[in-house]
């Protein structure tokens, strides 16, 4: 125990690394970290949306950054967050961003004062993003500028300083404060997906059978930085982030049958809250945290619970003898969906956390993985079976009105929303084997993000 | 050295019994050999038929374990080698067939001539459910088997069950052999 402890440790101290990023407002408060944001030094976001027609997305090019000394940290630093800006930015769709090759040619300013606005007005740019990246005793300090192409005049500004171990980091920064100031948007550059992965081919001891070890692994949203967070050498599946991003608790067959666990990642320790009673599955944490919805055989059969998140007041949710399994929260956590075939096959059920108001929601010949969307959007995503596999179905619980995403490209299961409810994480079998994809809550934008052995069951952070 | 000049000793002796073997109008040819006739003259078991040509090598199915060697063998030979048989299930179902009724008495005669054995049984399932569903549906299928052995009288605390929904498929096909090969109750002795 205290072996794996201190090797959760070393692993945890890695994703601790690249955290440490202050965003700072203004030239001077540079180096110093920022509790309450002072006002922006410049006027923002209403220029820029003034200038662009009503309906149509402002146009966006982001060119690489300058890098304000010659090493080759900075020199890579500069490309790097160009490049995943870009991409964070496109994700959303909020902004139309022009492809990065068309202005290759146009010259980085060498100050920020020099930018040729006729070169990017040519282009049809209502905006440019200008950067630089500029080495520091610690690590980098990064500004970045909003410039409205056609008043010429700068738009939004911020500054960033911190370690350089993860310029990817800045990058996510900005475009989620970017998001959030231009478009009144939550964005998710810097959340994190996990899931379950047999990529590292250790085997399962104890056992005559050819059995791959699964462990739990976190990779930033866009499939970058992917880590192992588990060292259980064991099956361990279905992982869900606690709602301040510090826990996962997941299905472990650590003790040689199905239990749940929490892993505080960020300090290397571990928790069993069932403490070893019965077998439990498929845990998920309520919306605040404190509370964790599972399934449990302690009373014969697969029924539907919730204890706090250290195993007290436990409480069962549901008394069929047919199969309740799957639960996932609403976001205010008063009720709980899940799966239950009592009607003869699997559907979507939907009961409160006190046991009552019980409902049927799907009418599908087998649906599984209910998951509630944040709002605005009321709606459940789930897998239904649609032939020989399975597709990504949104049901709006309004209306009633079922809508599905994919169309039999493999079969597609778990989905798991994103925090913003504009994309979704799930599993598809349409690359081969087991990977993760995104896709964006109409079907669009699929994006794969694994590509070694099998990965299933993602969850996407808060 | 010497090893080396004593190759074409060998050889040579080799090449005269393997002529010696053969009619002398055939050629000397590398060719198996019948195995000698019994001495008896009662005519021997009829012989298992010659396997037929197939694309690759099939394994040749053990013989059934005599009753010393059973109690003799390591865990792991005894699970590679298992008494106890696997039980199957219908697509989406974990009920026990008439013909898994049989399996599943062969079974218990098994762990009752055994009675000190520890067995789990893993319920496991087809890749056509999906995989949080299938956890469930892996354990009523290892609950279904135990619970018919206990039935029959076998102690329940010798049976220890888990379920691995389509975690570890046995057939990594996708066809409906592997499926069926994967829906199963499967039998693991843990302790003899």
């Not at chain 1, 520091?136 to 409205?148: D, F, K, L, Q, S």
Request: contains cysteine; aromatic residues 8%; glycine residues 8%.
């Amino acid at each position: 125990m205290n072996n794996l402890d201190t090797r959760m440790t070393v692993l945890c101290a890695a994703l601790i690394g690249g955290t440490a990023i202050v965003a700072a407002f203004g030239r001077e408060g540079g180096q110093q970290p920022a509790p309450a944001p002072p006002p922006p030094q410049q006027p923002t976001s209403v220029e820029l949306r003034l200038t662009v027609d009503p309906g149509t997305p402002p146009r966006l090019a982001v060119p690489d950054l300058l890098a304000l000394s010659n090493d080759r940290e900075t020199q890579d630093a500069a490309k790097t967050i160009g490049a995943v800006l870009w991409d964070d930015l496109n994700f959303e769709r909020e902004f139309y961003m022009i492809p990065r090759d068309t202005y290759k040619s146009i010259p980085v300013a060498v100050s920020i004062d020099a930018v040729p606005f006729d070169r990017w007005r040519e282009l049809g740019a209502d905006g440019v993003l200008i950067g630089t990246v500029q080495k520091t005793p610690t690590g980098i300090r990064v500004e970045m500028r909003m410039y409205n192409v056609r008043a010429r005049a700068s738009a939004y500004g911020r500054e960033y300083s911190g370690s350089a171990a993860n310029p990817r980091l800045y990058a996510h920064t900005m475009a989620d404060d970017l998001h959030d100031s231009q478009r009144s948007l939550r964005g998710v550059a810097r959340t994190k997906l996990t899931f379950s992965s047999d990529r590292n081919r250790e085997p399962v001891a104890n056992t005559i059978e050819k059995r791959d070890v699964k462990e739990i692994y976190v990779a930033d949203y866009d499939g970058a930085n992917q880590r192992r967070i588990t060292i259980n050498r064991a099956l361990n599946i279905t992982p869900n982030w606690s709602p301040d991003g510090r826990s996962i608790v997941y299905t472990s067959y650590r003790s040689g049958v199905p239990d749940i666990l929490i892993s505080n990642i960020f300090v290397g320790t571990m928790e069993s809250p069932s403490k070893g009673v019965g077998q439990n599955f498929l845990p998920v944490f309520s919306p605040d945290g404190t509370r964790i919805a599972f399934m449990s055989t302690r009373d014969g059969n697969p029924e539907i619970y919730i204890m706090n998140r250290d195993g007290s007041n436990l409480q069962r949710l549901t008394n069929s003898p047919a199969i309740d399994v799957t639960p996932t929260w609403s976001p205010n956590g008063t009720q709980i969906a899940f799966t239950s075939e009592r009607t003869g096959n699997p559907q979507i059920w939907v009961v409160g956390i006190d046991g009552t108001g019980i409902r049927r929601i799907s009418y599908e010949s087998f649906a599984d993985r209910p998951t509630w969307s944040p709002p605005p959007y009321n709606e459940i995503a789930f897998a239904a079976r649609t032939g020989p596999g399975f597709d990504i179905k949104i049901l709006n619980i309004a209306s009633g009105e079922t809508r599905q995403i994919t169309f039999g490209e493999g079969s597609n299961e778990s989905p798991a929303w994103s925090p913003n409810g504009r994309h979704m994480a799930f599993m598809s079998t349409r690359a081969g084997r087991s990977q993760i994809f995104t896709t964006d809550r109409d079907g669009r934008n699929i994006r794969q993000l694994t590509r070694d052995g099998n990965n299933t069951t993602p969850n996407w952070s808060q | 050295m010497t090893r080396r000049a004593n190759v074409p000793v060998l050889l040579a002796v080799l090449l005269t019994v393997g002529i010696g073997a053969c009619s002398k109008k055939t050629p000397p040819v590398a060719r198996p050999m019948p195995p000698p006739s019994a001495t008896t003259n009662t005519p021997p078991p009829s012989p298992p038929p010659p396997p037929s040509p197939v694309a690759e090598p099939v394994p040749v199915p053990p013989e059934p374990l005599a009753e010393d060697t059973i109690g003799s063998k390591s865990l792991d030979d005894l699970n590679r080698d298992s008494p106890l048989k696997p039980l199957f299930f219908d697509l989406d179902s974990s009920e026990v067939s008439a013909e898994g009724q049989q399996l599943l008495q062969a079974n218990a005669a098994v762990l009752k001539k055994y009675p000190t054995w520890q067995v789990t049984i893993e319920g496991h399932c087809d890749e056509r459910g999906t995989a949080e569903y299938n956890l469930a549906l892996g354990e009523r299928r290892a609950l279904s088997a135990k619970t018919y052995l206990v039935s029959l009288g076998i102690a329940a605390d010798k049976v220890r069950i888990v379920s691995y929904g389509k975690e570890f498929p046995f057939d990594a096909g996708h066809d409906d052999a592997a499926w069926a090969n994967n829906r199963r109750a499967h039998f693991v002795i843990t302790a003899k």
